[in-house]
């Protein structure tokens, strides 16, 4: 079948992205091909615009399109607050709770000598350059509660310390609107030890 | 628990088989090489998520295939409900009733396979690190976040050890390893205690039992520095300072030679280690006694009785021994599924069912052939 030859190549590169298996992957290509015409160039375009425009913002090195990114240029961010994350992705997921008026640092990837990645493959020495350049009262240190996120957490600690710059970390423990008796054993247990003063 | 039935796809050498789960005692029989112990391996693996005979998820899917399933009918806790162990490409996931689930899930807490195998006869004169399986295993079988405990560790080791080797760390790299160690390091010298501590009484009740003469007793040995201290903060301070003093040394030799995988369960007859002095009798007595002091502990801990998993060790085991075993067995509530190769060594135990085991295939089969 020779006109299989460009929806075969659709299936094959959309199947190589995270959770698509090669059926979803069929069924996007033929809903692609039975769309109108311009959904599929704005799909196209979307993708090459992607790649095209969207570069590291010179400052926490998240994803952006203008540098420095819109985080760092708002002026209504508190300054002295910055919150470490692992990849761009977590700040997504911080800035939906609406809650922080921080500015961020994405390291892109935790410590993990198993896989390679020392120090000098994160954006790690920029963080320190940070803290002592700009004016920073706190660091909020946000990366996963695996044993690679805290050890990355650990590091940076002992490397922004000594700078003056308090350092803390997020909590772990019972998620909120989650009932006591449904959380895992491991993670009540780090709840109990994590409690604070009321 | 009961297990009430046990399907087999693909695991082993077998394509797939299905079978019932005696009440009482389960049968396994046939001849060596034709997979009867790869059967009580896939209940174990339902169960704790890992075998205990290999680590590699490749040596327990049948050969040409893509991935293996378990599946366990089983009660606890009054309700029927159905595990499914899955590997495939490697990739392993468990569901229970349909619903994925962890395996330090407590919808298993009381859930607990013991397995009881030829080299476990042997565990008094064995290196430690099967001393300390075996320890790791019988806290697993109480507490199930134990194993994500023992992983975190695991990890945490395999990168110190690993920034050891490349020997380009800096000060401040190992210091935030050596806090992870410390920090996981002390839940698990604390768990291992606490578990040497229970079993210690039965064991020492055992062993007479079964042996007489001088007496049996177990403990758990750290380094000095961290033997003498109680308490998880302690613990937790004393691997910080032994790490950070062994440091040197450790990045000589590229590996972390200090911590609680460098400790080991003592087993004494006397004032004397048994892996010096034990006679062959004594050394199986010791593990026989050693398994019985795991059946009850776990029994009286979950409140659920475990299975009982004997790999052929009725063979291994002289008449006076094996006579034992199967009165602590017919004593017992617990449920045990057992591999032989000769059913003659075997008393007619109530609620008997047998199933031949030939070339991995499995046959309803009578009480006696």
Not at chain 2, 321 to 335: D, N
Request: proline share 3%; glycine share 8%.
């Amino acid at each position: 079948m020779s006109s299989a030859g460009p929806i075969a190549r659709l299936v094959v590169e959309l199947a190589k992205l995270p959770g698509v298996g090669e059926k979803t992957a069929a069924r996007l290509a033929f809903h692609i091909l039975r769309a109108p015409a311009e959904d599929a160039a704005a799909l196209a375009s979307a993708i090459t615009d992607l790649r095209s425009k969207i570069r590291l913002c010179s400052r926490c090195w998240n994803f952006t399109e203008a540098d420095p990114c819109d985080i760092c240029r708002d002026e209504r961010r508190e300054p002295g607050l910055l919150c470490v994350v692992a990849h761009p992705q977590d700040v997504v997921a911080i800035e939906r709770t609406g809650g922080y008026r921080g500015r961020y640092h994405v390291l892109h990837g935790v410590l993990s000598p198993l896989d390679g990645i020392g120090p000098e493959d994160l954006r790690i020495a920029e963080l320190v350059r940070r803290c002592s350049e700009e004016s920073l009262r706190e660091v909020i240190v946000a990366t996963n509660p695996s044993v690679e996120g805290e050890t990355t957490a650990v590091y940076l600690a002992k490397l922004i310390r000594p700078l003056g710059v308090r350092t803390s970390r997020i909590a772990t423990g019972v998620p909120m609107g989650g009932e006591l008796e449904y959380a895992d054993r491991l993670t009540l247990a780090r709840a109990i030890d994590g409690r604070r003063e009321l | 628990m009961l297990v009430k039935d046990l399907r087999v796809r693909n695991w082993r050498n077998f394509e797939d088989e299905n079978l019932r789960v005696g009440g009482e005692v389960t049968v396994l029989f046939g001849r060596n090489g034709q997979g009867k112990s790869n059967l009580l391996e896939a209940i174990y693996y339902a169960f704790a998520f890992r075998s205990f005979r290999t680590n590699s998820s490749r040596d327990i899917v049948r050969w040409g295939c893509s991935g293996a399933e378990i599946e366990v009918g089983f009660e606890l806790g009054g309700f029927d409900r159905r595990l499914l162990a899955c590997v495939e490409n490697g990739r392993r996931s468990t569901t229970l009733d349909g619903k994925s689930v962890r395996r330090d899930t407590d919808s298993l807490a009381g859930a607990a396979a013991i397995v009881f195998a030829p080299e476990d006869l042997r565990l008094a004169k064995a290196p430690a690190a099967e001393r300390r399986r075996a320890l790791d295993r019988a806290v697993f079988a109480v507490h199930r976040p134990y194993l994500r405990e023992v992983m975190a560790f695991e990890r945490a080791l395999k990168g110190r050890n690993t920034l050891l080797r490349r020997g380009e760390a800096t000060r401040e790299l190992l210091d935030s390893y050596d806090e992870i160690l410390a920090v996981t390091g002390s839940r698990i010298v604390l768990r291992r205690r606490q578990v040497v501590s229970a079993l210690a009484p039965q064991f020492a009740q055992a062993f007479a039992e079964i042996h007489g003469g001088a007496a049996a007793s177990i403990r758990y040995r750290s380094d000095g520095r961290v033997g003498s201290v109680e308490g998880e903060a302690e613990i937790g301070e004393a691997l910080r300072r032994g790490l950070a003093e062994s440091r040197g040394l450790d990045q000589r030799r590229g590996f972390t030679g200090f911590g609680p995988h460098t400790d080991d369960l003592e087993i004494l007859l006397g004032q004397r280690l048994a892996r010096e002095h034990g006679s062959q009798g004594q050394i199986r007595s010791l593990a026989l006694a050693l398994k019985f002091a795991e059946l009850l502990h776990v029994e009286e801990r979950n409140r659920e009785a475990p299975v009982l998993l004997l790999d052929d060790v009725a063979s291994e085991l002289d008449d006076v021994r094996r006579q034992r075993l199967f009165e602590v067995i017919a004593s017992r509530t617990c449920q045990t599924m057992m591999t032989v190769t000769e059913r003659r060594l075997l008393p007619d135990l109530p609620g008997r069912i047998d199933w031949q085991v030939r070339e991995g295939r499995v046959e309803a089969a009578g009480q006696e052939a």
